[in-house]
């Protein structure tokens, strides 16, 4: 078993630096448009040609209500009849896509985010299930990991029940803060017997796996008011739970220019409630898998970091990191091989390419020989918080030293401040530089020095 982290209040001060999460590498902020659907259909016949295993993450960008710290692409309407020509066009997509790949490709994981999707009638997920079932080859015998993401607001027995039905058997649920005037503050009122309510369905229902989201650094919030609600939350026993840092970027995204930057706690109080949190876990029996989540012991993620097979992809931390990943709707990302493109982050552009049986890639990413060495790299260290440099070298036949030379210092400077071991053979992060591994994988990144910052979140 990992080590526990260890909290150095000084050493996360020195690299509590703004920096990519490193859901890829490269990452979506080197996308561009020279990457588009001719690109996307020869990556989809070499994913048939291999037969992999597939991933699908479907996009459901409507919510009847704005929650003001959302950094989500989504669409804030109470109409509900908005979803059928989005649905209509998303099912156009279904069908282009999987005319290109082969129907003995299994879809090992699927995903429904947001937005909510269950702003979708029941009627509506059935056919979306449907039609997906007809053009993919999804599993029927409850073997793949097949998760949505639950307001629970917008969810009851019924609805957990349909779902089930439908095959799905993990549930996101969104959270945030129990704290009636931190909710007030965000525009996102949430009871915590609403909650409960969804999280007793999803038991007595059987669904395999609970993951609950909070963020910290809200408006309102304190360390002790936040304690209170991860309290209340280790109460729910959720398989998972990501507890994100909240980054006020107002600049960037218009629902957040809402919130009174005077009412966000202060950087020493975020420290606090973080490290409050991981004491609070810890305590519970929780582990820490790396960047923000933490599982029970039994969960496939520990088990995963346990056994070295442990990836991270646009979905997060996953055990499905061998499959080919479809991204379908608005904004949505595949990965297939070596290749990364995104749909239009326009509603309106997505639904009009559709609409002139196109499909809605506007940018993208081909890897090129760099940047596999260096995703592999940053992979194992983010994953794992270990690099064997024997391993690397045998994959892209390369000596590491030699490779990385000027890089040396760096890792050098962060050997002496208790980051990271470092030998001739391997890098160890340590116990108290996993909170920071985010700071360690930047020194391998090749663009991050021509990129602005201001467009990434703080590493804690």
Known sequence: MLDAIRWDTDLIRRYD???PRYTSYPTAVQFDSQVGTFDLFHALRDSRKALRPLSLYVHVPFCANICYYCACNKVITKDRGRALPYLQRLEQEIQLIACHLDPMQKVEQLHFGGGTPTFLSHDELRQLMARLRKHFNLLDDDSGDYGIEIDPREADWSTMGLLRELGFNRVSIGLQDLDPAVQRAVNRLQSLEETRAVIDAARTLQYRSINIDLIYGLPKQTPENFARTVDEVINL???????????HLPERFMPQRRINSNDLPE???????????????????????????????????????EESTLQRNFQ?????????????????????????????????QYQKALASAQLATARGLLCNADDRLRRAVIQQLICHFNLEFAEIEQAFNIDFRGYFGELWPQLQDMAKDGLIELDNERITVLPAGRLLVRSVCMVFDAYLEHTNRQRFSRVI
């Open 237 to 247: 026993q959720p398989d998972r739970l990501s507890v994100f840092n909240y980054a």
């Open 17 to 19: 630096l703004a920096g």
């Open 316 to 348: 997060g931390y996953t055990t499905h990191g061998h499959c080919d990943l479809i991204g379908l709707g608005v904004s949505a990302i595949s990965q297939i091989g070596d290749l990364y493109c995104q749909n239009s982050s326009d509603l309106t």
């Open 267 to 305: 950087p020493a109080q975020k420290l606090e409630m973080l490290q409050r949190t991981i004491e609070q876990l810890t305590a519970a029996g929780y582990r820490y898998i790396g960047m923000d989540h933490f599982a029970l012991p039994d969960d496939e993620l520990a088990i995963a970091q």
